[in-house]
């Protein structure tokens, strides 16, 4: 890996060190995450982006974060990080339906380099159990059942899902696999409420922090919902372009918000790693109005 070298660095909590030697050295730094907010996760997400907003060139076998980030090394590495810290990990069922079936969504697997390191800083240093729990969201519940993520005994996959979902899981045979277990929160609306998500994941597993892996639908919802407290984007050197025929999905895609209801972010740190930089974000209180009222 292209050594990773820190510009800024705005880390409150730099007394206390969090991250063991060896993680500490190759970050460049240390990490630490601040308590969840009441009845629910603290919730961070990581994104790779171009220079031009692109998170996807939706083209069939090109589709992932890979081809975005050109599969640099550094962004690897700073995934598997943040796959070792989380107690949970979410995706929506796109994102899930363009990675490949054996795909577990670990640490190790994403960043193989590190695997001890990530397991030393996990279990001794925080107290988790060596996997974190897999989110997957899927209103249709129209998954692929034949993925590793619900075969793999040692997987532990949480599906949320509409009633309509949980039935067409159940009739594919889902409720037959050990490791998966199905929820229906509040799907009133029409779609999964997010913050219904995130306070059955903390009540029922006691899940204190989510990592969000996206897609770009599913996250729009959150930060609509004011459920995002971090931002880990990785700005790949590579322009994608888009025609208004050929979505190309940016970082969130089905919600926008007007200028006076946009939530804004601080920057927390900047890193850089050959001609990548990787940028982190916390947002800021709370949006001034509700979204509702924009
Ligand atoms: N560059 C990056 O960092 C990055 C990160 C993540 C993903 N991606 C890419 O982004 C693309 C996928 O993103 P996407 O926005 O198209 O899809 P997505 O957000 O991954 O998944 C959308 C699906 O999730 C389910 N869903 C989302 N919100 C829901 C809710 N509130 N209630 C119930 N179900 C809900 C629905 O599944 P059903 O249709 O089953 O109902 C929906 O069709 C892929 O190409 C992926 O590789 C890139």
């Known amino acids: 890996m292209t050594p990773i070298r820190t510009l800024v660095d705005r880390d409150q909590d730099k007394l206390k060190p969090s991250l063991p030697p060896g993680l500490r050295d190759l970050y460049d730094g240390d990490l630490h995450f601040r308590e969840s907010p009441a009845e629910r996760p603290f919730v961070f997400a990581n994104f790779v982006s171009t220079l ?21 090394t550094a962004d690897r590495f700073i995934m598997g990080l943040l796959r070792a810290s989380a107690d949970a ?41 060596p996997r974190p729990l897999l989110v997957v969201v899927s209103g249709s519940g129209k998954l692929e059942l034949e993925r590793a993520i619900f075969r793999v005994p040692e997987a532990r996959t949480v599906v949320m899902t509409t009633p309509a979902g949980k039935d067409a899981l159940t009739a594919a045979g ?16 029409g779609t999964i409420d997010p913050l219904a998500m995130l306070r059955l994941l903390h009540a029922q597993y006691g899940i204190q922090s989510l990592l969000h892996e996206g897609g ?24 994608a372009g888009r025609t208004s025929d050929a979505m190309r999905p940016a970082l969130i895609e089905g919600t926008e918000f007007m200028p006076e209801c946009a939530p ?14 990787y940028l982190r974000y916390q947002r800021t209180a709370s949006l001034p109005k509700p979204v509702s009222a924009c």
């Open 52 to 72: 031009d907003g692109v998170v996807s060139y939706a083209i069939k076998g090109q589709a992932t974060g890979s081809a975005i980030s050109g599969s640099d």
């Open 89 to 129: 990990i979410m995706v929506g069922a796109r994102t899930v339906h363009e990675t490949g079936p054996q795909s577990l969504w670990t640490a190790e697997s994403i960043y193989p380099d590190a695997k001890q390191l990530y397991a030393e800083y996990r279990i001794n240093v925080l107290h988790k159990p």
């Open 174 to 189: 889902a409720a037959k696999l050990p490791s998966v277990q199905i929820h229906t929160p509040d799907s009133s609306s």
């Open 216 to 239: 770009p639908s599913l996250f729009g919802e959150f930060m609509a919902a004011q459920a995002v407290d971090e931002l880990f984007l990785t700005l790949s050197p590579q322009i």
């Open 264 to 277: 804004w972010f601080q920057l927390l740190s900047v890193k850089q790693s050959a001609d990548h930089l």
